[in-house]
């Protein structure tokens, strides 16, 4: 079966730093758009960073010079380097990848970042 397996979450203190994983399993993360979304409560999800089956980045502006895209094609792996934590970022963040004609998410991790 497809899965996407994030780990990586936790509960940190301001300022500080988490490194999220998506690991796949019966696809190819190269092949595909790979995208961070996060939802906190109450709140709608919304996409985080995204890196296309090249090396082409982006970021959501709160996150811009502070969060990490990155994906290693040996290990079908898709990373999220969260540095300079602030508890606005607290939420379950969700991997998504997508090819042309498929897409699956992840079941998400738990990011808390205390004051």
């Known amino acids: 079966q497809v899965q996407l397996v994030e780990s990586g979450g936790g509960l940190v203190q301001a300022g500080g730093s988490l490194r999220l994983s998506c690991a796949a399993s019966?696809?190819?993360?190269?092949?595909?758009?790979v995208a961070w979304y996060r939802q906190a409560p109450g709140k709608q999800r919304e996409v985080v960073a995204t890196i296309t089956s090249g090396t082409s980045t982006n970021y959501t502006d709160s996150v811009k010079g502070r969060f990490t895209i990155s994906r290693d094609n040996a290990k079908n792996t898709v990373y999220l380097q969260m540095n300079s934590l602030k508890p606005e970022d607290t939420a379950v963040y969700y991997c998504n990848a997508k090819g042309r004609y498929w897409g699956y998410w992840g079941q998400g991790t738990q990011v808390t970042v205390s004051s």
């Open positions: 019966r696809i190819i993360l190269s092949g595909a758009a």
